[in-house]
Each structure stands twice: as C-alpha cells, then as structure tokens.
C-alpha cells in the first residue's frame, strides 16, 4: 500500500509518515520577559565558566571538529574506568538517546518506560518507527519497575529508565534498579537516564557510575547540560559495552559535536570542582524550596533534581497560568503539574509568595 499524500501549499503533494504528520513537535520550556523569571527548563542560572569562554573564544569554526571527540572521550574513560571506544559523546544526551532507540528499534518495536517522564521519550520512539509503552508512575511519582518489567513482551528492543525523574525529580532506588536488572532479559537493552545525576543527595539513589561494567546490556546517560552549564553548547555523553556504542555511532549525524562543545566540555571537566560548588549551592536552594513549599501544604515528591514538581492536576493550565502573570514561568504540563527549576535566589521569594496563594485555593 502506498504512503497517503499530504499538502505541500508550496508545491506538489508530499508524501510523508502519518505518524510524523500527527507527531506534535518538542516543546521547548516558555522563554520569560525581562521581568520575569524563566524556570521552565532547568537550566543552571549561573554564568558560564571563565575557562570555558576562553575555550570557546580560541576555537577555529572554519574548521571540522573531531569527529569521534576523542579527548573528551578519554577524559571521561579515564574517570569511568573503561575504554575510550566504550565512551560516546554526542550533541546533548538527548542526541544519544535517539540513536540507541534508532540503532535497537525497528518498525513494530517496542520502547517501554515511565510515564511522565521525559517528553522527549514518546517523540524519539515514534520517529524510530517504534511503539511507545508507557508504564503509569506510582501514586508517590516514582517508577513502578515491577510495571515495567512486565510489561515487557517479545517485542520490546529498550527500556528507558530516568532517575532523577524529570519533571517529577524521584530517583530510583539502587537496589530497585539492580533486582530490575536482575529479571529484565539480557538481550534487553535499558538505558539509566541520569540528566541530573550530579544533583542527587539521595544515598540510596542508583547511581549509573558505579554499574558501568557489570550489565553488557546496560547504557549509562549523562549530560553536561545541567551540573556543568553548558546547555546551549549541546553537549552530552554516554557509556556502556563496546558493542552498544558502536551501534550507537553507527547511527550518529556526523560532525554533530562541534569543536566549540568539545573544548567547552574539556574546560569544565578542568574545573569540575568549582561547578560542582555551584551545583552544591544549587542543592541547598532546591531543598529549601521543597521544605517551604511543604510547610505550605503542598504534597510534592522529594527531589533530587534542580526542580521540583507541583502535582496540580486538571487545574494546571489555570495555576500556570497565575504563576506567569506573577513572572514566574515554569513548565506545565496540563493534566499532570507544573515544573518549576530552581534558579536563581532572586526568584524564590515570588515563587513561594504565589506558590502559598494557589495552595490555598486548590
């Protein structure tokens, strides 16, 4: 049968993938006025590193980058205990993640992970072709692994896994993920999304650093993003066995991690000490928010993120909505609750002023 037609105003008709035609674009978080706080998307608020402006400021654009980034990839081998060839850099951890759903799935696949979790999930699944399994979070907004593990069938290829959370910011458990492991087949690819790994306090949280090695099917996800400040550099990495990053490079748009990221992620990698004070920093304003924001009778998860998340339901367009016009611009997402990234200091005060106003009235 042939793919149907769609318009094209500009020419002649196209044809394309029902499924991307249908496919809602990543919405990015709002961008905020000059007078308003803008914490929709858990970016780090401060400055970008000296060392890492005057990395960027001695890059040559008229020339290719590294292709295979392999200065990066031996720094952060060396800290991970394993081959370079076992370290894939890529522009943002969003990047790597489309390619192993590219590189293990296929048309009449399956990806299984929680939901909510990351938007860009369901997206990444539908451009491979494959076919999303959302598993519904717990009432207290963690995973539900148990879920996950059965709804496992011969056709999954991957199993996403997100700890912190994002937006709910709940971790995993370390012995959770582990008895996980134990029961998921080994022929299963699982990703452990750790965006915000940096930020977690949280003990008894997994922690992807320390499993590297001992599942061949397992890939670690980590990002420069958020702990590290470089958003706007794309900047991200992964590790696990040789053969899964292999596939994923296979599937990688090459010259993708420009020279700029490259020497960004090298600087901050020779200051990580001092960024991590700032993350440090950053941790202390976030839970001094939540313990605020319980006082004031929000049920909220714990989190180990650089957000925090207000479960308010079928009223979260409304609530956004009175957020805004206070100037403080979060991440809603109707249905569900609003994430609000912890940011700058400025910001609290009008965030626990409106924050304690809603309450009152849900």
């Not at 971790?171 to 990703?191: I, S």
Request: with cysteine; charged share 20%; proline share 7%.
């Amino acid at each position: 049968m042939s793919a149907p037609e769609h318009p094209n105003p500009a020419g002649p008709p196209v044809r394309l993938r029902d499924e991307i035609v249908a496919l809602p674009a990543y919405r990015q978080g709002r961008q905020a006025s000059a007078d308003a706080f803008k914490l929709s998307s858990n970016e780090n608020p401060f400055p970008a590193h000296p060392a890492v402006m005057a990395a960027i400021a001695d890059s040559s654009p008229n020339r290719y980058p590294d292709a295979t980034a392999l200065a990066v990839r031996e720094r952060l081998a060396e800290r991970h205990g394993v081959d370079p060839d076992e370290v894939i850099v890529g522009a943002g951890s969003v990047s790597i993640l489309l390619q192993l759903i590219q590189a293990s799935c296929a048309p009449g696949d399956e990806a299984v992970y929680a939901w909510r979790s990351f938007e860009a999930y369901p997206l990444l699944t539908t451009i491979a072709g494959a076919t999303a399994v959302p598993v519904p979070l717990t009432p207290d907004f963690r995973h539900d692994l148990a879920a996950m593990a059965a709804a496992i069938s011969e056709r999954t290829r991957i199993v996403l896994v997100c700890s912190p959370n994002n937006p709910t910011g709940t971790t995993v458990a370390a012995d959770e993920f582990e008895a996980f492991m134990r029961v998921v087949p080994k022929n299963l690819l699982v990703v452990l999304d750790e965006a915000y790994a940096e930020f977690v306090r949280d003990r008894t949280a997994v922690n992807g650093s320390e499993l590297i090695g001992r599942y061949p099917n397992l890939v670690v996800l980590r990002t420069f993003s958020k702990a590290y400040g470089l958003a706007g550099l794309r900047a991200g990495y992964a590790v696990g066995h040789r053969a899964l990053i292999d596939a994923a490079r296979s599937t990688q748009i090459p010259l993708s991690v420009t020279e700029v990221a490259q020497r960004a992620m090298l600087a901050a990698l020779d200051h990580e000490d001092e960024l991590l004070a700032q993350v440090d920093e950053l941790v202390v304003l976030r839970d001094r928010v939540e313990t605020a924001l319980r006082e004031q009778g929000w049920a909220i998860p714990p989190s180990e993120g650089n957000f925090v998340w207000l479960p308010t339901g079928d009223r979260t367009t409304e609530v956004a909505e009175r957020f805004e016009k206070a100037g403080i611009i979060g991440r809603a997402f109707p249905g569900d609750g609003i994430r609000i990234s912890v940011a700058e200091h400025a910001s609290v005060p009008t965030l626990l002023r409106v924050a304690g106003e809603v309450v009152r009235d849900l």
